[in-house]
């Protein structure tokens, strides 16, 4: 599998810290060194504005993808090759999961939440067939794959729902894991 564009989904608000802001800048300069496109939720702020910063300074090519109702609150990054300006949340995610290539999950709060859990249940019911990739930095996503677990456990999702995404814990991995492990 050839990845040509990433989907990442990322925290917005303030930087939280230096290990989150080291992992995004760091993203973002591995998918310029690759040639690979960034396609993300389109905002400046936060872990979306760094990792895109970092692309762009990497030579990476950067595609946003913003509700209107945030562009006009001006959380939109100007400086972009393309920013499209779409109507609400839900035709966001769907344009981005139809620019992807491979899904990389950042920490991140509530929308990037949303957005894990429907990249995963996509893949689930078929309707999305790329990788999709949690960094867990820090174990941050150690909470949610509990709740995964736990959701098996009491026999709501079968066991194989664990195949439906990869971890990893830095993001030097991420691009490698796009490719399976058998083609590492």
Partial sequence: M??????????SSAPPGQAYDAAATRLGALLGASGIELVYGGGRVGLMGLLAEAALAAGARVTGVIPAALHDREVAHRGLQEL???????????RLFDLADAVAILPGGLGTLDEAFE??????????????????????WAPLLALIDHVIARGF???????????????????????????R
């Fill in 2 to 11: 050839t990845i040509r564009r990433l989907c990442v989904f990322c925290g």
């Fill in 84 to 94: 499209i300006v779409v109507n609400d949340m839900q035709e966001r995610k769907r």
């Fill in 119 to 140: 990249a995963i249940t996509l893949r689930q019911l078929g309707f999305f067939t790329k990788p999709v990739i949690l960094l867990d930095l820090d174990h941050y």
């Fill in 157 to 183: 999702a079968r066991p194989a729902a664990r195949s439906l995404y990869q971890v990893v814990a830095r993001p030097d991995e991420i691009i490698p894991a796009c490719f399976g492990p058998d083609r």
